[in-house]
């Protein structure tokens, strides 16, 4: 069957055309590596892990190419959101650029910076979520300096920080006013240090959250060097390759409980079960599936399944066991783990799950390439599956390195 997505009504405007001066790294900062990756690349993974948006990159003349790269590493199957313009003189004409290129079903547009390569996808989500029609968002942090005004070497005053925040990206705006506020804006030839300031010299009010430490700014060498630090300490502590003996297999424990709940057929195992109650949940429920992407998630220290198909992810509402299942065996073979075998465990009284084990370990097994294999037991009537009120798993999984990690 083939699924039509919905048209996003964000969109995401990523822009990457500036030189870079401060920098001075001998190319366009935007293209400049931090590890194997540019400062565009990471930015971009950051906005395809959040939910689903138009994106659009705007990339320094010349350069448009090496931005359409980019994307379609990060966009994987998702590249149909995607498209490159090209960006201008001054960050204002950049993100101008940008909005001439949104979709007409856009309502709500982000303008994010690429120098700001390791913005959490949780706050590009936060932002999109707290746009609201004649209200802009921008993330903030606490100023956490002492403050003070000072001219020709001499301190005038304190300045209190308790009044001040400093403004981060994606900053989120109504589309409409947005557009209202860059036409004013351009008409009047006046450059705004952002576009928070853009919107509200047009006389829109703009709220804020909170933004967070790793959204930072890559503007000096020394920025660089701090997105290095941190990408070289989060990557080893998830692959500790230097400390894992080749062949020794890594596990990982997953396990999920649903309710009964809700109409149509029961999922569980990546089978249907017509007749059965089904269980309620954000997907199809199928807590199988679920407790069998924890363990190969947690066997890879790669997060949990929250983090990779949660609410923030709608594209798998409603989704089945094949979906769940093959993006995390991609997951897993993305950062070079090939899954040994898995162990599931149910617990409930219904539905009577031996007749059809054999089946529901060969659908399983097929979609990870690897064993599976599933037993069940009733609880001799205690506790909530022992009531008939769900079903409670538990998964374990093996996985080992199937090829060396590149080097960071
Ligand atoms: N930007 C842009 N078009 C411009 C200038 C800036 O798209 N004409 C983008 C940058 O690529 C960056 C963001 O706006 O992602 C924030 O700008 P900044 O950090 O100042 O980047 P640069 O202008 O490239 O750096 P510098 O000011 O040091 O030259
Ligand atoms: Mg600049």
Excluded: C
């Excluded at 083939?2 to 964000?10: E, N, R, S």
């Excluded at 304190?158 to 209202?180: C, K, W």
């Excluded at 659908?363 to 022992?386: Q, Y």
């Amino acid at each position: 069957m083939v699924t039509l997505l919905p048209v996003p009504d964000i969109a995401i405007i990523v822009v990457a055309a500036g030189s870079g001066t401060r920098l001075d790294a001998g190319a366009p900062k935007a293209l400049v590596g931090i590890d194997a990756h540019s400062i565009l690349r990471h930015a971009l993974d950051g906005v395809f892990a959040a939910a689903p948006a138009q994106v659009i990159v705007v990339a320094p003349a010349g350069y448009e190419g090496d931005a359409l790269a980019e994307l379609e590493a990060a966009a994987g199957d998702r590249r149909d959101l995607g498209r490159v313009v090209t960006g201008g003189a001054t960050r204002q004409q950049s993100v101008a650029a940008g909005l001439a290129a949104l979709w007409g079903d856009v309502t709500t547009v982000l303008v994010h910076d690429a120098a700001r390569a390791l913005t959490p996808p949780t706050q590009i989500d936060a932002v999109a979520q707290a746009v609201v029609p004649g209200e802009g968002v921008i993330p903030v942090l606490p100023v956490v300096d002492t403050l003070k005004k000072v001219a020709d070497g001499a301190v005038v005053s304190a300045v209190d920080r308790s009044e001040l925040a400093a403004a981060q990206t994606p900053q989120g705006f109504p589309r409409a006013e947005l557009e209202a506020a860059y036409e004013a804006a351009m008409a009047d030839g006046i450059e705004y240090t952002d576009d928070a300031a853009l919107f509200a010299a047009a006389g829109n009010r703009v709220r804020h959250i909170d933004g967070s430490a790793r959204a930072f700014k890559i503007t000096t060498p020394g920025d660089l060097e701090r997105a290095r630090h941190l990408l070289d300490a989060s990557t080893p502590a998830a692959r500790p390759a230097s400390i894992e003996p080749a062949g020794i297999p890594r596990v990982g424990i997953g396990t999920d409980v649903h309710a009964f709940g809700g109409d149509g057929n029961l999922w569980l195992a990546g089978l249907e079960w017509p007749g059965e109650q089904p269980l309620s949940g954000h997907s199809d429920g199928d807590a199988v599936a679920h407790a069998i992407v924890d363990a190969l998630l947690g066997a890879a220290g790669l997060g949990d399944i929250g983090e990779h198909f949660g609410t923030s992810h709608p594209e798998y509402s409603g989704a089945h066991a094949d979906v769940f299942l093959a993006r995390t065996r991609e997951l897993l073979a993305e950062s070079g783990f090939a899954i040994g075998n898995v162990s599931v465990q149910l617990q409930g009284n219904r539905p009577r799950f031996s007749p059809r084990r054999q089946e529901a370990e060969a659908v399983l097994s097929e979609i990870l390439g690897a064993p599976v294999s599933v037993t069940a037991t009733t609880t001799d009537g205690l506790g909530f599956p022992g009531r008939g009120e769900g079903i409670a798993v538990t998964a374990i999984a093996a996985v080992v390195v199937a090829d060396v990690p590149r080097s960071m």
